[in-house]
């Protein structure tokens, strides 16, 4: 009978590239939970990290601090009776930031809407002399990245806000 003879393949092996091998491994798998958590946190759409609310002196705004390119984004003004004039209450919204937005939807639908000092006028008229304005505005990003806007009552100070926009 003939003799079997086990071959078996010489490598060397290099404790350092091993380890280097692991370290990579584990950080993969870190930034992997990294993205799942910011995901469920709201980082890439909704969640808790991806609300905020700013207010100003006679404006709060609550909005979708990040959004998708032709998904729906609102914003949500409130404005109190007290800055109503004429029982209308009229919400600047800055152009520049509506340049990148397709207006989808206003709710309740405004009175009058018109332009002025770089800005969308919307005019509101209030039910009552102790009614707050609460108005959404629908949008739909037409572009992506990074955009500012402000919005305002009146001639008041204008809340000032920024949305990223994904692909």
Do not use: C
């Not at 404005?79 to 709710?107: C, H, M, N, T």
């Not at 405004?110 to 009614?131: M, Q, Y």
Request: aromatic letters at 8%; glycine letters at 8%; zero cysteines.
């Amino acid at each position: 009978m003939e003799q079997q003879q086990a071959h078996e393949l010489e490598l060397e092996e290099s404790p350092r590239f091993a380890q280097r091998e692991a370290l990579a491994e584990r950080l993969g798998w870190l930034v992997m939970a990294a993205v799942v958590v910011a995901a469920a946190l709201g980082l890439f759409a909704n969640g808790p990290l991806s609300h905020r609310t700013v207010a100003s002196d006679e404006v709060s705004l609550r909005y979708q601090r990040f959004g998708r390119s032709q998904g729906r984004t609102t914003l949500e003004v409130e404005a109190p009776a007290g800055a109503a004039i004429d029982g209308k209450i009229e919400v600047w919204v800055a152009q520049q930031f509506l340049e990148s937005y397709e207006v989808e939807e206003v709710r309740p639908e405004p009175e009058a809407t018109s332009t002025s000092n770089g800005g969308v006028v919307f005019s509101f008229a209030l039910d009552g002399d102790d009614t707050a304005l609460k108005a959404t505005l629908t949008l739909r990003p037409e572009q992506t990245g990074r955009h500012r806007g402000a919005v305002a009552v009146a001639s008041g100070r204008p809340a000032t806000f920024t949305q990223f926009v994904y692909p």
